[in-house]
């Protein structure tokens, strides 16, 4: 594996102060996405308010393209669900001020109807593309350290004489890495529905997302799985330690260390099935 490891991140690099909390205080909408749908809802709304002193002068296609940007403007910075708001306020909004009879929501004129129409379904599909190309940027690991803990664990995984080798050797990382209280590895079959640190470097706890910036580490152990060719192989549980919640770029970390953990396992279990 390169050491220029690419990791899906948009995240500002930061540390909070561990938390523990139960699961009935996991957070539904990171704070970031709950501005970005309160955004959603009032911005085009501002806009298209904004545009009512020259609606007669400007086109009606320049107006929708104003109200889209806004909708990728939302899209990029807060989430999917946002930037379907944003686009439902553009339309109704667009219609409201922009189109006659104005201050209704009524339509006479086909090409206004058809504008409305188009102006709704390319803010729902480029909301959709902004909040997936949000969610999927990417960064390089720069910091040292942990270039350094990618590399030996690539080359453990290459010199290796047993996947047991490479197992331990992460577990350790991991330790040091999130400032965990403790790490083991779980082989085969998955047991039981504890928190998951995902592959985005964020966290679940049963179907929903768990805040942790905001609440710290949930209780108990977190499951971080090891794929290799897209089967599951095993998962490290994590026990968190007292100190900081480790910044989403170190969670991305030993999501990788997990990743190579993986190639391990599964490069055994290829010779065993070959």
Not at 3 to 23: K, M, V, Y
Not at 57 to 65: G, Y
Not at 236 to 259: N, S
Request: net charge neutral.
């Amino acid at each position: 594996m390169s050491a220029e490891t690419s990791l899906l991140s948009t995240a500002a690099r930061r540390w909070r102060p561990h938390r523990s909390t139960d699961g009935t205080r996991a957070a539904t909408w990171p704070a970031r996405d709950r501005v970005a749908l309160a955004v959603g809802l009032v911005v085009p709304f501002l806009a298209a308010l904004a545009l009512v002193p020259f609606r007669t002068n400007v086109s009606h296609t320049h107006a929708a393209l104003i109200l889209v940007l806004v909708v990728v403007a939302v899209s990029a910075l807060g989430s999917r669900t946002a930037g379907v708001l944003a686009a439902l306020s553009a339309a109704a909004w667009f219609d409201f001020f922009l189109t006659r009879p104005y201050e209704t929501f009524a339509i006479t004129a086909n090409g206004d109807v058809e504008t409305a129409v188009l102006l709704l379904a390319v803010g729902l599909i480029v909301s959709q593309l902004a909040a997936r190309a949000r969610r999927l940027e990417v960064i390089t690991v720069t910091d040292a350290g942990y270039l350094s803990r990618i590399h030996a664990t690539a080359d453990l995984v290459q010199s290796a004489k047993s996947a047991d080798m490479v197992v331990d050797h992460v577990r350790r990382e991991l330790t040091g890495l999130l400032g965990l209280r403790g790490c083991r590895f779980e082989y085969g079959t998955l047991m039981g529905q504890p928190p998951r640190l995902q592959p985005d470097g964020g966290l679940t706890v049963g179907s929903r997302y768990w805040d942790i910036d905001a609440s710290g580490w949930p209780e108990g152990e977190i499951e971080l799985r090891a794929y290799g060719s897209g089967h599951y192989l095993g998962r490290f549980m994590l026990t968190p330690g007292p100190g900081p919640v480790p910044e989403l770029q170190a969670r991305l970390v030993a999501v990788t260390l997990a990743d190579q953990t993986g190639v391990a396992l599964d490069t055994v279990r290829a010779v065993r099935e070959g």
